[in-house]
């Protein structure tokens, strides 16, 4: 069976293009709306001081320190959960899948589990322990990184499960104790290599989801980006409106960058030619 | 079981010849091999022995246990009893990376992220001997040396399992373990590259163990081929030895083609379709039994009379021909013919048939 779809008729393309529009304006519309809020005056003349000040940081810092100590600490948030994730849930399915298989279920369901817990009933649970957490290391924002690996999990283990199974751990790790390598060059210089695109997608899934965090920051009384804008908007709406386009903006074009770094690795190969299959 | 050790075998004219090679590798013992899965026993006591240099394949259905011994031989499983030595060395609780050994696997094993020439470099660099024509070496033996700066996936099938192979060689092993390396690929390619690993094999003169299911690969590269049935070793002996006199009716089954034939037996001498012929040790000693017979040691005579059977099917295969013989007897009979008879022996024509004298093993 080829892969080559099959060329579209056009019936097919007229519904492609209707279904793109359609879904297309439903997800700009919003945006426009945005971008349109953040550019009109009153009087409904068009003015882009908002977006001067949201660029220019002598402003933000004399005007909005808060939220620019907002952004620091989601910048943060997403560097520490993203590396703590790894740390944690990479070689942890690594070893599973290569020396305790049996349990791949139970982790499977482990990391699955925040997705069906709410928010908000994930802070009752995480208030007393952030107690302790305040009590051992203060009441640091950035703290919220190990709350935040927990809400990531299901995202970061979906995507890091996807790039496991597309390659034979077992045999490829099997080959290199064969040739002399350790667990530990096993899995640095052999697995984790091949596992660059699925581990990109872990963290720009990671990155996304801690940069649009509000409920557990809020909830836990802690700073990030979104409670932050939430304070804004309650003084100045189109700075909160255009910082939030800014994020989301940001959060795309790394959604784009992830999809354009897996087509690029995709279509990298050159494959061998008929007198090369001897 | 019949298990013999290369210095008591009888050394086959055509496979024999571990003196062809400079001999490099090591000895390897398999000792009293126990692998229990739950009730399962994959491995049943197998005792196996390899004499430096010495090519071996272990061949057998699948469930056997082949697969089984190589990977405790290179540390990927553990026995639940017995032992292991390379070199006159207990390896059994030695971890697969301190074992010198190399593994050429079924499945396309190469690192994905690195070029074939990195790919072979690899196991140098984990030894500490990171030699630098060395691994060009290893890729012109395998005739792959254009091809050093391709990543796998702009390799075919058979040019990864010569990298693979250039790869386990590189390290220069005392062992080479070969787990149904040519399983995946097309016809062509398989035999050209199983001939190339016997090539390089007796160049090096590698120890060299190698798991198949497929008979004709066993029997063109190796120096002796082990059967393998529910864990034990069945019969070891030269490719030769083998097909010839198969001790049991699981190896004259397996390894070839073989006909039942009614035989009575008396003084070491079967008779069976009118011929008498001498018995294999392992016969029964008297009384009738059946006889297992080649294709090729059965001859078809033009009936003078009414002949012994009716001819079902005539086979064209090129070099040779098959024929389908039913016997007046209620047997059917395979019988190999010279390719151009093949036309004469229409379905219906009445032929006899009669036994070469060669020797057959007449079980009961």
């Not at chain 1, 599973?96 to 817990?117: A, D, E």
């Not at chain 2, 075998?9 to 090591?26: D, F, I, K, L, Q």
């Not at chain 2, 609780?93 to 079924?106: E, H, L």
């Not at chain 2, 198969?246 to 037996?265: E, I, L, M, Q, Y």
Request: include cysteine; hydrophobic fraction near 45%.
């Amino acid at each position: 069976m080829s892969g080559v779809p099959p060329p579209a008729t056009p019936a097919g393309r007229v519904a492609r293009g209707v279904l793109l529009l359609v879904f297309g304006t439903f997800f700009v519309l919003p945006l426009y709306a945005m971008l349109d809020f953040t550019t009109r005056l009153p009087d409904g003349s068009r003015t882009a001081a908002t977006w001067r000040q949201a660029f220019s940081p002598s402003v933000m810092n004399d005007q909005y320190p808060e939220l620019v100590q907002g952004i620091v600490n989601s910048l943060l948030l997403t560097v520490f959960t993203v590396a703590l994730m790894l740390v944690l849930l990479l070689p942890t399915m690594i070893w599973v899948r290569l020396r305790v298989p049996r349990v791949r279920k139970v982790v499977q369901f482990v990391s699955l589990l925040p997705l069906t817990v709410p928010a908000i009933v994930l802070v009752v649970g995480l208030a007393p322990v952030y107690a302790w957490v305040t009590y051992f290391f203060g009441e640091s924002s950035v703290l919220l990184a190990f709350a935040y690996v927990v809400i990531v999990l299901p995202y970061s283990y979906r995507a890091l499960d996807a790039g496991l199974s597309a390659i034979d751990v077992t045999t490829l790790s099997e080959a290199a104790r064969s040739l002399g390598a350790s667990w530990l060059t096993v899995m640095v210089r052999v697995v984790v290599p091949n596992l660059r695109g699925a581990i990109m997608s872990a963290a720009f899934l990671s990155v996304a989801v801690v940069l649009g965090e509000f409920t557990i920051a809020s909830l836990l009384s802690r700073d990030n980006l979104q409670t932050t804008i939430n304070l804004i908007g309650k003084r100045d709406a189109q700075m909160a409106v255009a910082v939030s386009f800014a994020f989301l903006a940001i959060a795309f074009f790394l959604l784009f960058l992830l999809s354009f770094v897996g087509g690029v690795r995709a279509l990298s190969g050159k494959q061998p030619s008929p007198e090369d299959a001897a | 079981m019949t298990s013999e050790t290369p210095e008591t075998s009888e050394t086959s004219g055509t496979h024999g010849s571990p003196a062809t090679a400079e001999r490099s590798g090591a000895a390897v013992e398999l000792s009293d091999l126990h692998r229990h899965y739950g009730p399962v026993r994959a491995l049943d006591g197998l005792t196996l022995n390899l004499a430096p240099g010495e090519f071996v394949a272990l061949l057998g259905p699948s469930g056997c246990g082949k697969t089984t011994a190589l990977r405790i031989v290179a540390g990927l499983e553990r026995a639940t009893s017995g032992r292991v030595l390379i070199g006159g060395q207990d390896v059994s609780a030695v971890p697969t990376n301190k074992r010198d050994i190399g593994m050429v696997f079924q499945a396309y094993s190469l690192f994905p992220h690195m070029t074939a020439r990195r790919n072979v470099e690899f196991g140098l660099k984990m030894r500490g001997r990171p030699d630098t024509t060395r691994a060009g070496e290893m890729l012109e033996l395998v005739g792959l040396s254009a091809q050093s700066d391709r990543y796998p996936h702009q390799l075919s099938g058979g040019q990864q399992q010569r990298v693979a192979l250039a790869r386990a060689l590189a390290v220069a092993p005392a062992v080479l373990l070969l787990d149904e390396p040519l399983s995946a690929l097309d016809a062509k390619v398989r035999v050209q590259l199983r001939d190339e690993i016997r090539r390089i094999q007796l160049e090096l003169g590698t120890t060299t163990l190698f798991v198949t299911h497929d008979q004709d690969e066993a029997l063109a590269v190796a120096d002796r081929v082990g059967v393998m049935r529910e864990g034990r070793l069945e019969q070891l002996a030269t490719p030769t030895d083998l097909y010839t006199r198969p001790t049991s009716g699981f190896v004259a089954d397996f390894v070839g083609t073989v006909n039942r034939v009614a035989a009575v037996v008396a003084s070491g001498r079967a008779s069976l379709l009118g011929t008498e012929v001498p018995t294999l040790p392992g016969s029964v000693t008297s009384g009738p039994g059946t006889a297992l017979v080649r294709p090729e040691h059965l001859v078809l005579e033009p009936a003078a009379e009414d002949g012994d059977g009716t001819v079902v099917l005539a086979t064209f295969l090129g070099a040779m021909g098959r024929t389908r013989v039913d016997l007046d007897s209620g047997e059917t009979v395979v019988v190999q013919v010279p390719s151009g008879d093949v036309e004469r022996l229409s379905p219906g024509a009445r032929v006899g048939v009669r036994c070469s004298p060669s020797p057959v093993l007449v079980i009961e």
